[in-house]
């Protein structure tokens, strides 16, 4: 199975896209090895999107091939897409996703397949879609802003966003990788993040605004796993400390570091 947390985020430019996974893949009879399940389309080395999914390995990869040449046409007439052109590629996909999974559904079989797609376009306005086992998509990008699919989404994934909360102004790299870290040690089908993450967003380059997408540095990666120690510890001693001294001499210690941050 997997996890995948795919997020609207904001850039200096603009709104950006962060697509962030574990890289583990179990077969049926339990053996674990580490797959790609993060894909960037591109045309020409020029950015459309980020997609992922989770489900039956076949189906992601026919639903990957299919997305991407439905998006690299509308490309090839009209690069780089807007909000509308994306939106207008993914009614294309989500009718050929209907298609095949109703010619699957004849045979008496179910499909298991669950797919985002995100992009940006260069008035900075983010495009975030979640396909379901129907093959029908919803968008996702203006409310509530985030998809989570996969089975860790049932195992802590969608409870630990709630609880730490989904803000476009966080850190949404050090967030997911937070997640996915607490998820994997008590979901054995999804693994620790291992650095499958993927930021498209705009930048300038010689005072033009283009699009930018690529993986997360080995750098940011060590940084976060880092983190992710130190923020699990704090948080432990955070609850014990409550206990101590309750949550208003808490409460009032954190709005102390935030007005002497302000001031």
Not at 69 to 91: Q, V
Not at 142 to 167: E, K
Not at 198 to 221: C, D, F, H, Q, S
Request: hydrophobic residues 40%.
């Amino acid at each position: 199975m997997t996890l995948v947390i795919a997020s609207k985020w904001m850039s200096n430019e603009g709104e950006a896209i962060l697509i962030t996974c574990d890289s583990r893949a179990t077969t049926p009879i339990g053996i674990m090895y580490e797959i790609k399940k993060a894909y960037p389309i591109m045309i020409e080395e020029e950015p459309i999107a980020i997609a992922s999914g989770a489900g039956d390995p076949s189906l992601i990869k026919w639903g990957f091939e299919e997305a991407e040449e439905i998006l690299k046409n509308y490309a090839r007439r009209n690069y780089p897409l807007n909000f509308e052109d994306f939106r207008n590629a993914i009614r294309d996909i989500e009718y050929s996703f209907m298609k095949r999974f109703s010619e699957i559904r004849a045979y008496g079989l179910k499909p298991s397949f669950q797919m985002v797609i995100g992009s940006v376009d260069l008035n900075g306005k983010a495009s975030l879609y979640l396909f379901d086992d129907n093959g029908l998509a919803e968008p996702v990008h203006d409310n509530p802003g985030y998809a989570i699919i996969g089975s860790g989404f049932i195992t802590g994934a969608l409870l630990l966003l709630r609880l730490l909360g989904y803000n476009m102004d966080l850190d949404l790299g050090m967030l997911s990788t937070f997640i996915i870290d607490l998820v994997s040690e008590v979901d054995t089908s999804v693994g620790p993040f291992v650095g499958e993450s993927y930021l498209m967003r705009i930048e300038i380059k010689n005072g033009k605004k283009t699009l930018a997408l690529g993986p997360l540095k080995l750098e940011a990666l060590r940084e976060y796993k880092n983190k992710v120690v130190k923020r699990k510890e704090i948080i432990k001693e955070i609850w014990k400390i409550c206990d101590e001294i309750g949550e208003e001499e808490i409460e009032k210690m954190i709005n102390d570091l935030k007005k002497a941050k302000n001031d």
